[in-house]
C-alpha cells in the first residue's frame, strides 16, 4: 500500500541495512529533494549524516540562513556550511556567455565540495536527492535521445576519484510522492511546495557578467514579487515564479533629476510538467503593486516589466 509513512518505513530499513555504521555525506542545496533525504537520512541514521551546504552566493534573500535555521538548528542535522560567495564570483567574473557561466558554477560547485568532502575521513557513502525523473533523464541523456538544451549540473554525478558509494533513496518517486514524503517527515509545508530553483541559481537569472551588486539587488527584488505573491494567495496559483535582472540602464525621473538605473523583469508562469508553460494572467493590480514596492524599496532599479512570453519558444529562464 503506498502511504508516505510506509514509505517512510521501508527506506529506513533499506537504508540502515544498505550503509551499516559507515558515515554518510549529503550535498544540500535547500530544494525539496536533497531536503526531504536530509530529514529521511537524519531519521534512520541520526548522526552518521553530515551534509555540506554550499552557498555560492547565487541564493535568494536570507536563503541561506533559512536552511540553517531548518536542519541545523531546529532538526539537530549536523551541517557544514560554506561561504563561497567569493570563489563563485571571482571564477564568474568577466564572463557572459550562459552556457560557460553554467559550466563555471557547476566546476566550482564540484570542487567546493570534493574539499569539504575530502576533510571528512571516514565517509563512505554520497547521499543524493535523486528523482525517477532524474534516472528517466541521465538514462535517456546516455543513450543521445535527450535534447539536451541546458546544462543541468545538479545531476552531472560524482567526480571519479571520490569513490563513495550513493544512497540514493528517492530514485523510485515522483516529485509529488518526495513532497509527500516531505511533509510526513515533518518538513514544513511552505518549503515542501516551494518553486523550483534551477542549481546555477541566481546566475541564470542575472543576464551576461554576474556581479555581486546584481546579485544584491535582483535578491532584493525577487523577494518582494515572492512576499507579495504569498500575501495575495497567488503563489501556489503559480508553478514557479521570479525575478529576473537586466545590466541595462533605462531613465527615471527622481526629483529634478533624471536618474540610469537597472530594469527587473518579473517572471510568472503556470506549467504541469515545465517542458511548455503558460505566462501567468497575474491581475494587473497586484502587478501594479509588485513594481511600486520594487522602485521605491530597491535604489538602483527603476524600471520594472513583466515577461508576457510562452515556452515555447522563451524558455522558463531568459538565460
Ligand atoms: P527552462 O528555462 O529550460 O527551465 O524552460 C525549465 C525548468 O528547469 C529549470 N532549470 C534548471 N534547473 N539547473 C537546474 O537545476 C539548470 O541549469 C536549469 N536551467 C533551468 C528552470 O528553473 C525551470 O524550472
Redesign the pocket.
Known sequence: LWTSANIIEDSIKAIREQVGDDEVLLGLSGGVDSSVVAALLHKAIGDQLTCVFVDNGLLRENEGDQVMAMFAKHMGIRVIRVDAEDRFLNELAGEADPEKK?KIIGRVFVEVFDEESAKLKNVKWLAQGTIYPDVIESAAAKTGKAHV??????VGGLPEHMKLQLVEPLRELFKDEVRKLGVELGLPSDMVYRH?????GLG?RILGEVKKEFADLLRKADNIFIEELRKHDLYDKTS?AFAVFLPVKSVGVMGDGRRYDYVVSLRAVETID?MT?RWANLPYDFLDLVSRRIINETAGISRVVYDISG?PPA???WE
Open positions: 553554467r538544451i541546458k546544462t543541468h549540473h545538479n523550483p530553483f534551477p542549481g546555477p541564470v514557479q515545465f508553460a515556452k524558455t522558463i529562464e
